[in-house]
C-alpha cells in the first residue's frame, strides 16, 4: 500500500509538469547547461539545492532526521504518518546558481531506497536511484560535529548521501532520453537554528553517457 502511495506521488509530480511542458501556450526559456567531458567519454553536470530558500514542501522531518523541519509540511493520510516515508520538494539550479527547474526525493526507511526526479522544463526530466542513507544520518553527523537538538550551531558538515558508485541514472526525457550513468549527493550544513532549520546546499552530481 505505502508503494503504492510513493509511486502515486511520484508520478502525480511528474506528470503534472510535463503537462506543463508539452503545454502549447507555454515556451520554457532555456538556460545553457554547465557541463564538463569526463575520461570515458561521457558528461558531467552538477546539480545544486540551496537550504532552506529551494525547499517547497516536506513530510515531517522525524522521518529522516532534523532536515524537512520547518514551514511548508505536506500532510499525508493518517496510515503513513508512523511510517519511515520522508518526500522533499525542492526548486533545483545549476552551478550558475540560476533556477532551471525542480526536484522531488522520496526516501523508504522501509525499503532501503532513494528515488530523485529531477525536472528541467526546457529539457527534460531525470531519475536517479540510490540506496536509502540510515534513518537520521544527517543530524548524527551533525551530533559528531557538535550540534545538540533545540540548541544553534554553526560549522562546515558535508554527508554524503549517495557516495560514488552507489547510484545509478535509471531514466531520462526529453533531452535526457537514452542516456545512463551515476550519481552522487551530498548534503553540505553550514548551521541549524533553533528548531532545527538546516542551511547549507544539496549538490546532484551526474555523470551520464548513451547507451549501447
Known sequence: MK???VLALLLGFVGTLA??????WLAHARLASHTSVVANGGRAERFV?????????ATDGEAGGLRAKGDGAMLLPAQFVAEPLLVEHFKVRNEAGNVIGVAARHWS???AATIWSVLIPSRGGLVLSGPG????????ALRTAGYSAGNAWDGQVAVPMVREGQGAVAAGTGEFDGLGGSYTETWTVASVDEDGQVKGTIELGTVTSRLQ
Not at 503537462?19 to 502549447?24: D, E, I, K, L, N
Not at 542513507?133 to 548524527?140: I, W, Y
Request: glycine share 14%.
Open 133 to 140: 542513507e540510515p534513518r537520521g544520518a544527517l543530524e548524527a
Open 19 to 24: 503537462g506543463a511542458h508539452f503545454a502549447p
Open 3 to 5: 508503494a503504492v502511495f
Open 49 to 57: 539545492i540551496r537550504l532552506p530558500a529551494d525547499r517547497i514542501g
Open 109 to 111: 526507511g522501509t525499503s
